[in-house]
Every structure is written in C-alpha cells, then in structure tokens.
C-alpha cells in the first residue's frame, strides 16, 4: 500500500530564507510520481511540481525544487528565497502509474516571518 | 483558465438531514476525485471515477455516502443522512488520467458544517 509521512507539523522561517520540508514515501511499486501542493487559508488546493520515478533529474519550477533521493525513498520540497506569501500548508502527495489514485501525507504548516 | 467547478461553497445542514455537492471537472479530464479533509489532516480519498466508471471507493462510508459521475462528466456526492463527524472540507479533483505528470486540479471546495 501507499503511503506518504511528512514529520514536520510546523515550520518558522524567516522571510527571503530558503526552507526544506521533508517527505517519505513508501510503496513496492517501481512506477510512481510524487507531487508536491500547497493550501493557503482561503483552502484552494494548488499544484506546485511533479517528480517521476523514473525521472534522473530532480524537478524544479521557479523556486520550487524536488530533492528526490530514491533509494531512501524521500522527495523534500525546497522553496528558495521565501515570500511571505508562500505561508500555508504543503502537502506531499504520490500516485502509482496506472491506477492514478492520489495519496496524500498530513502536511506541514509553513509560516514565514518578516 | 479551466478550472474545477464545485458548489455550494459553504453548507451547514443538521444532522439526518441530507446534502449533495456537486462538481464539473475540467473539460477532457477523465478522471475525476472526491477527496475529504478534516481540518488539519491531508486529503483522503473517498472516490475516483475514470470516465463513468468508479475505480477506486473502498474508503467511501456506501451506508451514508453515494457518488455518481452519470455523463462522464460532471459529478455529485452525497450524504444521507449527514452525521456531526461529516463536517469537513469536501474537495473535488480532476486529472487527465494518463500519462506520466498527469497532476490533479482541484476545486475550491465545500467547507460542510453538520449541527
């Protein structure tokens, strides 16, 4: 079975850091993407940046980056130089090839400080 | 820009009674997923039709909950009757459903209060 842990309830950076919220993964399957989302208050859940299994490199999108580790089965979301608009939640997510059934982890509660 | 379309945005109903959401994908997306979130927990998935056909509900309350997706397209969910642990966040999701990368947009949500 899927399933996504993220161990980080709650982080405080201050504002134009760089921050990096972790992410496991565990499944048995070899073909798998891994998705990262952010929910701000108002709830809109928005997509950020994909990671495929397959994919050597690792994903980047603006200040978005996928640091995908394979081996230890780990997919960080890194966000560069933070805005304080990039306070919400962040949800990491996985889906298997073929069944397309989105998995999602608890999330972490970003909050960036001026 | 497409977009997932879901109504009512808000709903406070009274436990027993019944209430139905309702959710248009974007154009072309054949699959299409009904997620609940509990406030401060990850989305879970309750259902996911590809096209007409329901995939995957094995995490869907069927003594309560039903899903219907008739043409396809557009979709409803419903609770009957509703019970104060249904208050929730209700997201509907759409997606290509194929491919690699074929992320998944959500709706606004309908944020469900059960008095």
């Known amino acids: 079975a899927q399933k996504i842990t993220q161990t980080q309830p709650g982080m405080f950076v201050q504002e134009k850091e760089a921050v990096t919220l972790d992410c496991t993964y565990d499944t048995s399957d070899q073909s798998y993407g891994l998705f990262w989302y952010k929910q701000p208050s108002s709830g809109e859940m928005i997509f950020l940046i994909y990671q495929g299994s397959y994919d050597e490199q690792n994903a980047t999108e603006g200040r978005y980056s996928l640091n995908f580790q394979k081996a230890r089965k780990s997919a960080n979301l890194v966000i560069s130089a933070s805005q304080l608009g990039d306070s919400a939640m962040y949800f990491c997510a996985m889906s298997i090839q073929g069944a397309q059934k989105l998995v999602f982890g608890q999330g972490t509660r970003l909050t960036i400080n001026p | 820009e497409a977009e997932v379309a879901q109504s009512p945005r808000y709903k406070i109903t009274e436990k027993s009674q019944a209430v139905a959401f309702w959710c248009d994908p974007i154009?072309?997306?054949?699959?299409l997923y009904w997620y609940r979130q509990i406030l401060g927990q990850g989305p879970e998935l309750l259902v996911q039709?590809?096209?007409?056909?329901?995939?995957?509900d094995s995490q869907l309350p069927k003594d309560r909950f039903s899903a219907e997706r008739l043409k396809g397209v557009d979709s409803t969910l419903k609770i009957q009757p509703a019970e104060l642990g249904d208050s929730a966040m209700y997201l509907c999701?759409?997606?290509?459903?194929?491919?690699?990368?074929?992320?998944?947009?959500f709706g606004q949500g309908t944020r469900l209060t059960v008095v």
């Open positions: 999701a759409s997606s290509l459903g194929r491919g690699r990368g074929t992320e998944a947009f």
């Open positions: 039709f590809q096209d007409e056909s329901v995939v995957d």
């Open positions: 154009s072309g997306h054949a699959t």
